[in-house]
């Protein structure tokens, strides 16, 4: 079975730009979950998914958005990005409520 | 307020020895908790899980000990390898509505020497 798979795997942006992240969970996994990484602040939760809702929301501003499609395939979009939105994006599926799996990672750099 | 802590940020251990990580949660409410690996540049890599209802579950190498009394878990990796040198963490969904969020740990850099 494939894993979950993050595009793209890097991206350079400059500030103010907007960006747009995707995420294919494993295989009949319904719940997306995104993370954001950054070596100060570790493993941070942005959001989760689950058949097209979202349940869940972390504390981070409203320039963080997303959504997910009926075959679970989820987006995440930042808007008017600022240079601290640099991190590791990651993108976790699941079989809601359990245990969840990871991407790769979307590597996003503001310039 | 809800946290999941590790003691020890770094962890250096010769190639052949058994490896402990530990880490101390602060929720109850968890009904379940998992250990990930985290190699350079890679997402978190699911190592195993184990449930509030269970105080001991082995992997391949790996064993995981919950201690729920004093809110403590540990990973215990057998005859470490230099391909274990990565950053683990330990996560649970810290109870109430926790729908897909995991709480993680700062993380334990583990280091393994040949």
């Known amino acids: 079975k494939a894993g979950v798979t993050q595009t793209p795997r890097y991206l350079i942006k400059t500030r103010g730009q907007q960006v747009t992240l995707s995420c294919s969970p494993i295989?009949?996994?319904?719940?997306v979950s995104w993370y954001q990484q950054t070596p100060g602040q570790g493993l941070q939760f942005l959001f989760e998914y689950f058949s097209e809702t979202q349940r869940n929301k972390g504390n981070f501003p409203g320039r963080f958005s997303g959504r997910q499609f009926s075959n679970s395939r989820s987006e995440m979009n930042v808007s008017t990005l600022e240079l601290g939105d640099s991190a590791l994006y990651l993108c976790a599926s699941s079989l809601s409520p359990d245990t969840q799996y990871f991407g790769p990672g979307t590597r996003l750099t503001v310039l | 307020g809800e946290s999941v802590g590790l003691h020890l940020p770094t962890l250096s251990v010769q190639e052949g020895d058994n490896s402990i990580i530990n880490c101390a949660y602060s929720n109850s409410a968890s009904d379940y908790f998992i250990w990930y690996k985290q190699e350079s540049g890679k997402g978190p890599q699911f190592i195993i899980d184990?449930?509030?209802?269970?105080d001991k579950r082995q992997g391949q190498r790996v064993t995981v000990l919950l201690n729920k009394t004093v809110k403590h878990l540990s990973l215990q990796i057998a005859a470490t390898q230099p391909g274990d040198s990565a950053v683990y963490f330990c996560a649970g969904p810290m109870g109430g509505t926790s729908y897909g969020k995991l709480t993680f740990g700062q993380g334990t850099i583990l280091t393994v020497h040949p």
């Open positions: 295989s009949g996994h319904r719940s």
């Open positions: 184990i449930r509030s209802n269970m």
